[in-house]
């Protein structure tokens, strides 16, 4: 970790930085790769990427462990579509999309599409950016 100023414990122990922050050397995270088809939920308490493997339509997308009213969780999830491919994704509720509209993510057997959801609190909205067409993880 670089340097703060303002350094908080909260109650579970887990640091709190306010002000500016400086990072040193990056984040680096482990994504296990998982399957998913049908209802999905992603937890986000358990780190910021995902790499998942779509075995059929994702038909719900809802998420876990929300942040605080307040405050906003990222994710980044790359769906790749297995050997047969022409999954869909559906998307979450309360979604934005960029310029309103939503992207037009690639179907073919084995694509890649990153998508960053920004989560706002127990109940607000989801902004959705997505890179449809990526290179595997």
């Keep these: 970790l670089g ?3 303002n350094y908080v414990t909260s109650v579970d122990d887990a ?3 306010r002000g500016v922050v400086t990072l040193q ?3 680096r995270e482990t994504a296990t790769p998982a399957s998913a088809t049908g209802a999905v939920e992603i937890d986000l308490a358990g780190g910021g990427i ?5 075995t059929g339509n994702v038909t719900a ?25 022409s999954h869909t994704l559906a998307a979450p509720s309360g979604v934005r999309y960029p310029g309103g509209t939503a992207p ?6 084995a694509a890649v599409n990153l998508v960053t959801y920004i989560v706002h609190g127990q109940s607000g909205a989801v902004d959705l950016l997505a890179q449809p067409n990526m290179a595997a993880p």
């Design 104 to 109: 037009t993510l690639v179907t073919t057997a």
């Design 61 to 85: 997308l809802t998420f876990a462990n929300r942040p605080p009213d307040g405050e906003a969780a990222t994710i980044s999830v790359y769906w790749t579509q297995d050997g047969s491919g």
């Design 25 to 27: 050397g990056g984040v």
């Design 3 to 5: 340097s703060t100023k």
């Design 50 to 54: 995902r790499i998942l493997t779509m």
């Design 15 to 17: 640091p709190i930085f």
